[in-house]
T-cell receptor, first 119, second 112 residues
Framework: GAGVSQTPSNKVTEKGKYVELRCDPI?????LYWYRQSLGQGPEFLIY????????DSGLPNDRFFAVRPEGSVSTLKIQRTERGDSAVYLC?????????????????FGEGSRLTVL | DAKTTQPNSMESNEEEPVHLPCNHS???????IHWYRQLPSQGPEYVIH???SNVNNRMASLAIAEDRKSSTLILHRATLRDAAVYYC?????????????FGTGTRLTIIP
């Protein structure tokens, strides 16, 4: 389909393991976001990419979390030494950039998320 | 970030209009008002956004108070598929500040 695709849809891992979550944004969307959502809470911002660079990583909780977008399209969120508190749904979103202003249009298209469970 | 306040939950009858309120008394002049909704087991979905004037699209209408300290999302005729959590978000379009900060939203229940 033409929407944002996230894989895997579900991931169960053990405490201390390394995890990668992948996001395929909508073709042509320069802006890409990662959020995470715990049960009963709204999505929590993690990081924002404009093209290949992380323009805002202020939401990454600690240095165990890292994200890359090497070619400006697909992005990978990497979590090292996972902890039980990392269990959540990780959401990816993409958006167009309004070229005259350089800002996103404000219309984010979200994927269905990757549910991470750390045992 | 300027904050928004929404009721935790609301109920509405099917086929009736729904008015979802949002207070944002500390809104700044460069804050856009965005609404997203999240259906069960799905990612959030964009609904509408505006700055000062009321806005309409195929999904909903956004009514913005003259002083911009509050806004209302209007669903003209609720269906069961509109049952979701609705988030009112302020977005400052200052350079480099592109994140949307979600709160806990309003859980809308539609009664058949």
């Amino acid at each position: 389909g033409a929407g944002v695709s996230q894989t895997p849809s579900n991931k169960v891992t053990e405490k201390g393991k390394y995890v990668e979550l992948r996001c395929d944004p909508i073709s042509g969307h320069t802006a890409l976001y990662w959020y995470r959502q715990s049960l009963g809470q709204g999505p929590e911002f993690l990081i924002y990419f404009q093209g290949t660079g992380a323009a805002d990583d202020s939401g990454l909780p600690n240095d165990r979390f890292f994200a890359v977008r090497p070619e400006g399209s697909v992005s990978t969120l990497k979590i090292q030494r996972t902890e039980r508190g990392d269990s959540a749904v990780y959401l990816c979103a993409s958006s167009l950039i309004h070229e005259p202003t350089g800002f996103t249009t404000g219309e984010l298209f979200f994927g269905e998320g990757s549910r991470l469970t750390v045992l | 970030d300027a904050k928004t306040t929404q009721p935790n939950s609301m109920e509405s009858n099917e086929e009736e209009p729904v008015h979802l309120p949002c207070n944002h008394s500390t809104i700044s002049g460069t804050d856009y008002i965005h609404w997203y909704r999240q259906l069960p087991s799905q990612g959030p979905e964009y609904v509408i956004h505006g700055l000062t004037s009321n806005v309409n699209n195929r999904m909903a209408s956004l009514a913005i108070a003259e002083d911009r300290k509050s806004s209302t999302l209007i669903l003209h005729r609720a269906t069961l598929r509109d049952a979701a959590v609705y988030y009112c978000i302020l977005r400052d379009v200052g350079f480099g500040n592109e994140k949307l900060t979600f709160g806990t939203g309003t859980r809308l229940t539609i009664i058949p």
